[in-house]
């Protein structure tokens, strides 16, 4: 099933601003919050749908990738990104869990489950980037690549706990384990409570007894990890895809950061790029133009022969249709645009110039030439060549 707009997901037009986004957002999340739909499969999908959108629109980066490239820039067909149909409920509340306030209550700092309890603190790796370069024949057809990366992963010795032997560790005693702390003050408008990040876990819940020697009790370290990614067909020079979860891991077993992808096309022999068209300039002599001939052109998957009728003007653009690239967000392919251009000598000889000046007094020369005006371009057609 095809995605929708994420602007018609939250209902605002192209140019919303950035706070209408956000209000767009807000009302919906609340509309289709858990909490108020529970055991509803199809509201708890329009809030994740929702959120997928506001994360997109919400960044300047994203949207602009979004309004240029659609769906195709946001990773979904790199094998991975910000999608819906693959985040639970801790990776929405983890990533906007400051855009309720106490709408449902706290205990999730600010963005709370009432049925689930108090969430604790989920830290998140931070995000990779890496250049891909890719030659016309790859973004032509779509390529798979496996590339090195070098990041943070989680420690081996600790399962990525931190901990000694994985388990030495025990529940924070001023959180009870929730990683959050309320906290009641009198003002003057009464009493107020606030919730915030436990102050002796840091938000983790619980408290490491003994480190990991390893990793010093931060549960990642050092490595290297090899990538399987899938970069659709028709990607652009400095289009971004992002491989969801390829990033650095989280620290004490957090959620590992994305992988952000840089498409670099590497620059083409022969061929020019103009979106999904290609350009390609060819040059033909005076008596070629005049008498027409067959030439040979590149294209992504070979050559290709065109006939060059007699009388062919410098600058005439011949279009070989779905001979150019694939569009990475629609069904189709651009053309080859093939430019004709007469070439004309800078040099001529005394003969050379005596045939042009015998050319320029003909009168009446057609198209198709007759037996005795070849046999004079045939005499011209070694001159230029």
């Given at each position: 099933m095809s995605k929708r707009d994420y602007y018609e997901v939250l209902g605002v037009s192209k140019d919303a601003s950035d706070a209408e986004i956000k209000s767009a957002y807000r009302k919906m999340a609340i509309k289709y919050h858990p909490d108020k739909n529970p055991d509803d499969s199809e509201a708890e999908d329009k809030f994740k749908e929702a959120a997928e959108a506001?994360?997109?629109?919400?960044?300047?980066?994203?949207?602009?990738?979004?309004?240029?490239?659609?769906?195709?820039?946001?990773?979904?067909?790199?094998?991975?990104?910000?999608?819906?149909?693959?985040?639970?409920?801790?990776?929405?509340?983890?990533?906007?869990?400051?855009?309720?306030?106490?709408?449902?209550?706290?205990?999730?700092?600010g963005f709370g489950r009432s049925s689930g309890g108090t969430r604790?603190?989920?830290?998140?790796?931070?995000?990779?980037?890496?250049?891909?370069?890719?030659?016309?024949?790859?973004?032509?057809?779509?390529?798979?690549?496996?590339?090195?990366?070098n990041k943070y992963v989680a420690c081996s010795h600790c399962s990525g706990t931190g901990a000694k032997d994985g388990n030495s560790y025990q529940t924070c005693h001023t959180c009870n384990g929730t990683g959050q702390v309320t906290r009641i003050q009198n003002s003057?408008?009464?009493?107020?409570?606030?919730?915030?990040?436990?102050?002796?876990?840091?938000?983790?819940?619980?408290?490491?007894?003994?480190?990991?020697?390893h990793c010093n009790g931060d549960g990642i370290v050092k490595g290297e990890d090899v990538i399987e990614i899938k970069i659709p067909a028709g990607v652009e020079d400095g289009m971004q895809l992002s491989v969801r979860g390829k990033g650095n891991a989280g620290a004490r077993g957090g959620i590992n950061g994305d992988l952000i992808i840089l498409i670099e096309e590497i620059k083409h022999e022969h061929l020019e790029r103009d979106g999904k068209n290609l350009l390609y300039n060819h040059f033909i002599t005076f008596p070629e133009a005049a008498m027409g001939t067959t030439i040979e052109v590149p294209t992504i998957t070979?050559?290709?022969?065109?006939?060059?009728?007699?009388?062919?003007?410098?600058?005439?653009?011949?279009?070989?249709?779905?001979?150019g690239l694939p569009s990475v967000n629609s069904y189709g392919h651009g053309d080859l645009l093939v430019q004709i251009n007469v070439w004309v000598p800078k040099n001529l000889s005394r003969k050379e110039k005596d045939l042009l000046e015998q050319l320029a007094k003909e009168e009446n020369i057609q198209p198709s030439p007759t037996k005795s005006e070849r046999g004079f371009f045939d005499k011209m057609k070694d001159m230029f060549n």
């Open positions: 506001y994360e997109v629109l919400s960044n300047a980066d994203k949207r602009a990738r979004y309004d240029r490239f659609g769906h195709a820039g946001m990773g979904g067909a790199a094998g991975g990104g910000f999608s819906s149909q693959g985040m639970s409920m801790d990776d929405i509340f983890s990533q906007f869990g400051d855009i309720f306030g106490d709408v449902f209550g706290g205990g999730f700092g604790r603190r989920v830290n998140k790796g931070s995000n990779l980037r890496v250049k891909v370069k890719l030659t016309l024949e790859e973004i032509a057809n779509g390529v798979d690549k496996k590339i090195k990366v003057f408008f009464g009493q107020m409570q606030t919730t915030g990040v436990c102050p002796t876990c840091g938000g983790d819940g619980k408290i490491i007894t003994h480190k990991c020697n070979g050559k290709a022969r065109i006939k060059i009728q007699s009388g062919t003007q410098s600058g005439k653009v011949l279009r070989l249709k779905g001979k």
